[in-house]
């Protein structure tokens, strides 16, 4: 999927953002976070505790203390000086494609080129490989749950693919029975034939679902190099259930294709066996670095303190104690960080984060083609209440930022996912319904 190697990457002394106000974090948002119930093939397989975690793992110190002072990128301050290099500046355009999509939220590429994306509303559409017209809506997509930021969420394609096609989806799944009002995230997956979905099964269920909260469903999935799936799952504005491995809540669970548990996740004591990590609020963000193999997740802070994390077994990243943003209705600044924001020792600290004011991050990719030599290895994700398109750019070893971009600001988008096509151009969805290509 993403492991075309890399080299080294460059940025420009100019590169370095003077940023401006970024909006209100996660409190505008139409689309994100979701809720929780059944840990569908959880009970299976009580999965052996070998602790396989990736290459990656945090060094406990961010890259910068959050100073509170302005608005600018302050979690980032004295970043290591750019690498020397001579490449030439990347002057990137955009070319919006389609202005025809609703809410649209997920995106993949076939092997042809045709494009699968999500449309919040509960759509799964297929647009030719030019990006400008829809040429099918995909049938066999379960009931999802509109409610608050619910609905159709991310998508992916199964790792072999070409032989077996199965296509995996993310939804807000409306409760039934005794569940009946509640949702939580869910997980299902159907072959794709021609334009349906075939053998749609539900394989993952975030346990429990909750009731009256249309808010931080997470769910951005990740394949690992061994063919498991991550899924990132929102606390569902529960807050404490984070800290609960009783529950899915505010959680990253890594579940093989058929919803089974493999070996290697963390279970901890009394615990559920999907469980990677937990004290997550809500992660909309997800992938694996294409050379150390780590997961790398972003999450919504509540006012400030959005985090971009290395995400590893058992790891414990700190909500709703630890936070470098504040309380809902406290003064934005340093004095109000939850917890007083450093996470370590007792959790692990975030590789970044942004503050005082939320960004709102959602999607998130590494860069691995050639068409922009000097953003090899960066990584790129979309903001909301921050309406850009963001670049950070991490040191050789690939652990830690080093600079960071905001990029597009003045397309005024919220900016929902990011992903990068097989011509090597970027590709961004908005809220507004609108595929954006990024070429030269
Ligand atoms: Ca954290």
């Known amino acids: 999927m993403r492991h075309a190697r890399f080299g080294r990457t460059v940025l420009l002394a100019s590169c370095l953002v003077a940023l401006t106000a970024c909006g209100g974090g996660d409190t505008t948002q139409t689309g994100d976070g979701s809720a929780a119930t059944a840990d569908a093939a959880a009970t299976a397989a009580a999965a052996a505790a070998a602790a396989s975690s990736p290459t990656g793992s945090p060094t406990g110190t961010p890259t910068g203390t959050p ?29 919006v494609l389609n202005t025809s999509l609703q809410s649209p939220w997920g995106m993949t590429f076939l092997p042809d080129g045709r494009m699968l994306v999500t449309q919040r509303g509960g759509s799964l559409v297929i647009l030719s490989a030019d990006g400008r017209s829809v040429a099918a809506t995909v049938s066999g997509v379960p009931a999802v749950s509109t409610a608050g930021q619910g609905g159709l969420l991310d998508v992916v394609l199964d790792p072999d693919f070409a032989a077996t096609p199965w296509v995996y989806f993310s939804f807000a799944e409306p409760g039934t029975g005794s569940e009946a009002g509640m949702v939580g ?14 053998d749609v099964a539900v394989i993952f269920r975030q346990v429990p679902k909750v009731a009256d909260s249309g808010v931080h469903f997470g769910s951005r999935m990740a394949f690992r190099s061994d063919k498991t799936l991550f899924v990132t799952l929102g606390e569902r504005g529960q807050g404490s259930p984070a800290q609960d491995v009783a529950t899915s809540l505010g959680k990253v669970v890594r579940i093989n294709r058929d919803g089974s548990i493999p070996a290697g996740n963390a279970s901890p004591p009394g615990g559920r066996p999907s469980l990677w990590s937990w004290g997550h609020r809500n992660p909309q963000g997800a992938a694996v670095h294409p050379e150390t193999g780590a997961l790398w997740v972003n999450e919504h802070g509540p006012q400030g303190g959005d985090e ?8 414990n990243y700190g909500w709703p104690n630890v936070s470098y943003g504040c309380q809902y209705g406290d003064p934005v600044g340093n004095g109000c960080a939850i917890g007083g924001g450093q996470h370590a020792p007792a959790y692990i600290e975030p590789i970044s984060t942004w503050t005082p004011t939320s960004v709102a991050p959602a999607g998130l990719i590494f860069y691995t083609a050639t068409k922009f030599p000097q953003w090899r290895g960066n990584i790129f994700f979309g903001a909301l209440a921050g309406t850009a398109l963001w670049r950070v750019q991490l040191d050789t070893a690939g652990r830690r930022e080093v600079a960071r971009e905001r990029l597009f600001a003045s397309l005024g988008e919220r900016i929902r996912e990011v992903q990068q096509g097989p011509d090597g151009y970027l590709y961004l969805l908005t809220d507004s319904g609108k595929l954006i290509q990024v070429r030269d």
């Open 67 to 95: 100073t509170g002072t302005s608005s600018a990128p302050a979690s980032s301050p004295a970043p290591a000086p750019a690498p020397a290099g001579s490449l030439a500046p990347v002057a990137p355009k955009t070319v």
């Open 308 to 315: 971009l994390n290395i995400v590893t077994v058992g790891g």
């Open 185 to 198: 995230t869910a997980v299902g997956r159907g072959r794709l034939v021609g334009t349906s979905l075939q």
